[in-house]
């Protein structure tokens, strides 16, 4: 969906889903290059997300 310039909308309830989410978005950008898009990641409980957002 993303090549055809959806963005992509997440639900993602813990570190795990918000990280494979995130892999997810870069997997995309990395087979269709930057689009206009933006992707909507939401409900990111947990308390690693900010580290599995920055990889810090």
Known sequence: MDGLGFPA????????E???ALNAVAAARAANG??????HLAH??????RRAATGR
Not at 34 to 39: I, K
Request: hydrophobic residues 25%; aromatic residues 8%; proline residues 9%.
């Open 34 to 39: 930057p689009l206009d898009t933006r992707p």
């Open 44 to 49: 990111r409980q947990g308390r690693g997300w």
């Open 18 to 20: 918000v990280r494979e």
């Open 9 to 16: 909308h997440f639900h993602a309830l813990g570190d795990r």
